[in-house]
T-cell receptor, first 115, second 112 residues
Framework: DTGVSQDPRHKITKRGQNVTFRCDPI?????LYWYRQTLGQGPEFLTY????????KSRLLSDRFSAERPKGSFSTLEIQRTEQGDSAMYLC?????????????FGPGTRLTVL | GQQLNQSPQSMFIQEGEDVSMNCTSS?????WLWYKQDPGEGPVLLIA?????ELTSNGRLTAQFGITRKDSFLNISASIPSDVGIYFC????????????FGTGTRLTIIP
């Protein structure tokens, strides 16, 4: 089990720029999740995929956010026209495709700073 | 978004002491998970609970799924320096609903 990996670990960008993050889940996991965590808070759900299908999106995911998982393996999260309020830790998690015993395992996160 | 209530918000203890923290919700959850997060890292899963009343241990950690399904508890016995960090509870409300709802976190500090 190599664990969930995320790239980059840190990203500093100027307001208005586009950014893209990548997540590689644990290899046998069919489900992949994105969460956002701001300072002093717990992670908040953004969206999740089962294989390549995006099955749920939070109201937190504005039109500037888009997530893909084209081949059901890795996923990308893109933020267009970044705003200072987008500064946060973006966390990816994965889990097996099971109705019960659905433990979600998290990656190390991508820390985004928008100047 | 909704966050579960965790208490205490922070704890300052001496090495070797036992620790207790809890998490409460206004709604029912069918799964409770406890995570630990170190600064700049992602949450690490500690314990998973799936049945009301269930008591589960993982080394020095013990967690319980509250009988009302609206709360959960985490105990750490004989704390050591590497226990320092932020502990989060997280709940899943329905099987098939994949959104984890997290607590506000309990920050554990060990006083030398």
């Amino acid at each position: 089990d190599t664990g969930v990996s995320q790239d980059p670990r840190h990203k500093i960008t100027k307001r208005g720029q586009n950014v893209t993050f990548r997540c590689d889940p644990i290899s046998e996991h069919n489900r992949l999740y994105w969460y956002r965590q701001t300072l002093g808070q717990g992670p908040e759900f953004l969206t999740y995929f089962q294989n390549e299908a995006q099955l749920e999106k939070s109201r937190l995911l504005s039109d500037r956010f888009s997530a893909e998982r084209p081949k059901g393996s890795f996923s990308t999260l893109e933020i267009q026209r970044t705003e200072q309020g987008d500064s946060a830790m973006y966390l990816c998690a994965s889990s097996r495709d099971r109705l019960t015993y659905n433990e979600q395992f998290f990656g190390p996160g991508t820390r985004l700073t928008v100047l | 978004g909704q966050q579960l209530n965790q208490s205490p918000q922070s704890m300052f203890i001496q090495e070797g002491e036992d620790v207790s923290m809890n998490c409460t919700s206004s709604s029912i959850f069918n799964t409770w998970l406890w995570y630990k997060q170190d600064p700049g890292e992602g949450p690490v899963l500690l314990i998973a609970l799936y049945k009301a009343g269930e008591l589960t241990s993982n080394g020095r950690l013990t967690a319980q799924f509250g009988i009302t399904r609206k709360d959960s508890f985490l105990n750490i016995s004989a704390s050591i320096p590497s226990d320092v960090g932020i502990y989060f509870c997280a709940g899943l409300s329905n099987f098939g609903n994949e959104k984890l709802t997290f607590g506000t976190g309990t920050r554990l500090t060990i006083i030398p």
